[in-house]
């Protein structure tokens, strides 16, 4: 067993290292390209910026290695011990990780195109913005993991595990999901366009802005899903398509009973007994200071003038809303939705917006000073001379 060794760029191509033990050493920009590895172990090791293409390492223990950066493009890892990696940004494009333990990976911007991670264990895994496009997840456990923004199109997740996953935003069109679990997930603002989903179980998941045009829900389980009626025009159903009573009774051609609030303490009210979905608010002037709606769903709310200062919207579903002139003066709209939300003249000073969606949303006039942006989608966002962001902050151009 090697500890503590510095292999700094260096060329280890078509080594063979079968069952070597190097351990919380720095093979930074390091090359192995086409080395085996077969029952070797880099455990805590550091390998920022490595090449691995078309390496080979059968039951190769990776548990906490920084990865980031590196590329393992073609290489072949089946029953890899991966779990606690930090994978940011690494390319795995191709790569055989079957049976891998990638529990806990924190792989956020990785490339996991045309990779085969048949039953590949990611439970709690970090894939936010990850590419997965053409992937092999069959019978995968991605339970609680976190696929926020990531691009799946056409991957296969047949009998895959999603329970209490977050895939808010991620884009799975023409990907297949037949007999997946995805009880229990965030997939707001997905795109599930022409997917499969035959046989899935979306009991109790958060479909609220979901694409689902062309999907095939034949015998799907939605019952306590969330979601709109119309959101079902263009898809595929079938009488063993299991549907909330309430998508039934609107339908039908029945009314669903929902009423907005009619006033800032009754929605409060609510959202203490459990509601989260608030459709057709008006409130403009509303005080909610200082309230917690986190998750809280308030799509095309109009909530001019509105006071949220110290607010916590954590992952709260503001797409559409109308913010002009609100106050959001040092709240916490972390993981918030506010794509195409009109923000115009809105004060935002010292509110912290990590992940957050901005997408289309107008922020003409808006005051961002000494506000918190970290990993903000700002994609198509109007914005003036008289915008203010924090210092330091460039937003696109």
């Known amino acids: 067993m090697f500890s503590g060794l510095d292999l700094t760029d260096a060329d280890l191509t078509g080594a063979d290292m079968r069952h070597v033990w190097i351990v919380d050493s720095i093979l930074v920009g390091a090359c192995l390209d086409g080395a085996c590895l077969d029952g070797a172990s880099l455990l805590k090791s550091r390998l920022a910026r490595a090449s691995l293409q078309g390496a080979t390492g059968h039951r190769i223990t990776f548990k906490k290695v920084n990865f980031s950066g ?175 009573g309430r998508i039934i009774k609107v339908l039908e051609g029945g009314d669903d009973g929902y009423r907005p609030p009619p006033t800032p303490e009754s929605l409060l009210e609510r959202y203490a007994q459990g509601e989260r979905e608030f459709r057709r608010v008006d409130l403009p002037r509303a005080n909610f200071v200082g309230v917690v709606l986190v998750r809280a769903q ?29 106050n959001l003066i040092c709240s916490d709209l972390n993981l918030a939705n506010l794509e195409r939300a009109d923000l115009r003249r809105a004060n935002l000073h010292m509110a912290t917006l990590c992940q957050t969606n901005l997408r289309g949303a107008n922020l003409r006039g808006a005051s961002l000073t000494q506000a918190t942006l970290i990993d903000v989608q700002l994609d198509g966002a109007e914005y003036d001379d008289e915008t203010r962001w924090p210092d330091g902050f460039t937003p696109p151009s």
Do not use: W
């Open 298 to 326: 308030l799509p095309g709310a109009n909530l001019e003038r509105a006071r949220f200062g110290r607010a916590n919207l954590r992952g709260a579903g503001l797409q559409g809303a109308t913010l002009t002139r609100a």
């Open 70 to 244: 590196a590329n393992l493009s073609g290489g072949s890892f089946p029953r890899a011990m991966m779990n606690e990696a930090d994978a940011m940004g690494a390319k795995f494009v191709g790569t055989d990780l079957s049976g891998a333990d990638l529990s806990y990976l924190h792989a956020h911007e990785a490339y996991f195109d045309e990779a085969n991670l048949t039953g590949a264990n990611l439970f709690h895994g970090g894939l936010v913005g990850a590419s997965l496009r053409g992937a092999n997840f069959h019978k995968a456990d991605l339970s609680r993991a976190r696929l926020t923004g990531a691009d799946c199109r056409g991957a296969n997740f047949t009998e895959s595990g999603f329970g209490q996953a977050l895939l808010d935003r991620v884009d799975m069109s023409q990907a297949d999901l037949t007999r997946a679990f995805v009880v229990d997930a965030v997939l707001s603002g997905a795109n599930l366009e022409e997917a499969k989903l035959i046989d899935a179980n979306l009991c109790q998941s958060d479909l609220r802005g979901a694409l689902l045009t062309g999907a095939d829900l034949s015998g799907a389980d939605l019952y306590g899903a969330q979601f709109e009626a119309p959101q079902l025009l263009g898809t595929t159903r079938d009488e063993r398509t299991v549907l909330p």
